[in-house]
């Protein structure tokens, strides 16, 4: 994975069709995604349960691009090297999910991958300050983790700060939760560059119809790209 800056729109599987992951990740990538997230949930972190390292296995079969693998889990670091079997390119842990954050971070590095840290909306950028280094994307949570579809957490100013943060380090920053054509441009314009967006790409296509996860994917470039000239 080389590092750029450039808007990255990585569609959630979680809003896919559950029977169909395979020809659902085909399609997106297909359709235009840069990245595939992939939502895992303990039940216990967060109140819901979704994949584990097996059905993450499955999926790296047909990601041809970059799977984003988020740990909404806790513990974390036991199950670092099974992702890490599974093939994920990017594993994010919350900082909120465990004591050892630095460990956590190392430990998802020597395993191979790259090393994320995401953020509870109630969690300030400060928090992160120290672990910049050890860090290759910070995911900046704008619901409460644990249900795809949620209303919209405007975290624009945490955004901000992380960017002045971050200067010119090679640290992606990630919006998860609620991004769509009218919430993408302000977060882009405040710093982030990478878009996980489900219900936002998925809804009203299907892997029969998937000109429409296209056409969705458009939508939140071309409004990115329109706040961008109006600057």
């Not at 594993?91 to 956590?104: D, F, K, Q, S, W």
């Amino acid at each position: 994975m080389t590092f750029d800056r450039t808007l990255k729109i990585a569609p959630s599987i979680l809003s896919a069709d559950f029977a169909d992951f395979g020809r659902e990740i085909q399609a997106i990538e297909a359709q235009g995604a840069d990245w595939v997230h992939v939502d895992v949930m303990d039940g216990h972190f967060v109140p819901n349960l979704t994949f584990g390292p097996p059905a993450v296995k499955a999926f790296r079969q047909h990601v041809k691009t970059v799977m984003d693998v988020h740990l909404m889990i806790a513990p974390v670091d036991p199950y670092i090297d099974a992702y890490a079997d599974a093939g994920a390119d990017i594993l994010t842990a919350h900082l909120e999910a465990g004591p050892h954050i630095h460990r956590t971070l190392q430990a998802i590095r020597a395993a191979g991958m790259k090393a994320g840290v995401a953020l509870n909306p109630g969690t300030p950028a400060s928090a992160v300050e120290h672990l910049l280094e050890l860090a290759d994307l910070v995911c900046v949570m704008t619901v409460n983790p644990g249900f795809g579809g949620q209303k919209f957490i405007d975290m624009t100013a945490k955004v901000h700060a992380l960017r002045a943060m971050i200067g010119d380090r090679p640290v992606h920053i990630e919006i998860d939760g609620g991004v769509d054509p009218t919430t993408a441009p302000a977060l882009i314009e405040a710093g982030a560059d990478v878009l996980v967006a489900g219900s936002a790409v998925f809804r009203g296509g299907s892997v029969d119809q998937p000109e429409v996860y296209g056409a969705n994917m458009r939508a939140i470039r071309e409004a990115v790209a329109k706040m961008g000239a109006a600057a």
